[in-house]
């Protein structure tokens, strides 16, 4: 089954405690991409990668890392989470012919206290 | 500043009606537009798009509507079911130089259709 996952699903850490969402893909997709959701302002992008160690900033990437070492992962990094960035968290992917159509991971709901 | 808007938080519409869900943007660069839909615990899907080169799509229930002019499109669902109840997603990019593949999204329009 074509999929994206994201894990963990659910997160509740502390200001500080360095945290990694994974997200992998299975459709060979070139594109891959992190939003994140919040109320009242849709989904942003926070980082997006064209291809494998190819990774750019998105409208929010204050406060994130990325990676893109293979081609099916492309994990958030949070060195230092603070409770800004408690959000609702989507990794997406698509192919670089398509890149708007993305399909998106289940979520990654995150609470930093 | 929120370059696409859906200016309506929900809708509610009686099953077998129309449901239309509009978004209005600011930049007159997007030239693609996309609807995406989205279920409670699970990440949005695409649903429908529409380049700027067209003022209509339809794709079976649903028919995207583009007017450049008012810098406006909406989503037509005919006839609405139960299982159209969603948060829906108006996206926007720009496929000029440069193409990065990234969305702009609206605030999301959550739909409900009553049996």
């Known amino acids: 089954e074509a999929q994206v996952t994201q894990n963990p699903r659910y997160l509740i850490t502390v200001t500080g405690k360095k945290l990694t969402v994974t997200c992998s893909q299975n459709?060979?997709?070139?594109?891959m991409s992190w939003y994140r959701q919040d109320p009242g302002l849709g989904l942003r992008q926070i980082y997006y990668?064209?291809?494998?160690?190819?990774?750019d900033k998105g409208d929010v990437p204050e406060g994130y890392k990325v990676s893109r070492k293979e081609k099916r992962n492309f994990p958030l990094i949070l060195e230092s989470p603070s409770p800004n960035q408690t959000s609702l968290y989507f990794c997406?992917?698509?192919?670089?012919?398509?890149?708007?159509?993305?399909?998106f991971g289940p979520g990654t709901r995150l609470l930093v206290l | 500043d929120q370059q696409v808007k859906q200016n309506s938080p929900s809708l509610s519409v009686q099953e077998g009606r129309i449901s239309i869900l509009n978004c209005d943007y600011t930049?007159?660069?997007?030239?693609?537009f996309l609807w995406y839909k989205k279920y409670p615990a699970e990440g949005p899907t695409f649903l429908i798009s529409?380049?700027?080169?067209?003022d209509k799509n339809e794709d079976g229930r649903f028919t995207v509507f583009l007017n450049k002019s008012a810098k406006h499109l909406s989503l037509h669902i005919v006839p609405s079911q139960p299982g159209d109840s969603a948060v829906y997603f108006c996206?926007?990019?720009?496929?000029?130089?440069?193409?990065?593949?990234?969305?702009?999204f609206g605030q999301g329009t959550t739909l409900q259709v009553k049996p």
């Open positions: 997406a992917s698509s192919s670089s012919g398509q890149m708007e159509t993305q399909y």
């Open positions: 529409i380049s700027s080169i067209k």
């Open positions: 930049n007159s660069m997007f030239d693609y």
């Open positions: 996206a926007a990019s720009s496929h000029g130089s440069g193409n990065t593949g990234k969305l702009i």
């Open positions: 459709m060979n997709h070139e594109y």
């Open positions: 990668s064209m291809n494998v160690e190819v990774t």
